[in-house]
């Protein structure tokens, strides 16, 4: 059994995923990711670990390559982090020192200087 390590931008440690073969085509890796992590409503970029290089759906990725996945919302999603908070319609969070969407808060506290997110 041959396989890739594979890692989200987000998180430290790597997980494997086992395939028969020399290579697995991207296209095929996100499908199993997608499959194991249960995810839905996005899409999948790869990259390299070491090189940074983006692999595209048709892509080969040989065995025992390591790589970084980064999760991209699904067309016609607007991302939590869009314009639209930024733009000054959430809530500020002094502890996080961001903006949080006030549907996330609603009915939990009053929009005052002194609110928190947490």
């Known amino acids: 059994m041959s396989c890739v390590h594979y890692r989200f931008q987000s998180r430290l440690t ?6 028969e073969g020399l290579n697995i085509s991207a296209g095929e890796l996100k499908r199993q990711i997608m499959r194991s992590k249960r995810l839905k409503f996005c899409q999948l970029k ?14 080969l990725i040989p065995k ?3 790589v970084i996945i980064r999760r991209i919302p699904a067309a016609g999603l607007k991302s ?25 808060y609603k009915g939990l506290f009053t929009q005052t200087e002194n609110s928190f997110c947490h």
Request: aromatic residues 10%; hydrophobic residues 25%.
């Open 80 to 104: 939590s982090t869009g314009p639209a908070l930024r733009g000054g319609k959430g809530w500020h969070c002094p502890l996080r020192q961001s903006l949080c969407p006030p549907s996330f």
């Open 14 to 19: 790597y997980d494997s995923l086992q395939f």
């Open 46 to 59: 790869i990259s390299n670990a070491q090189t940074d290089e983006e692999y595209t759906d048709d892509a």
């Open 64 to 66: 025992n390559t390591s």
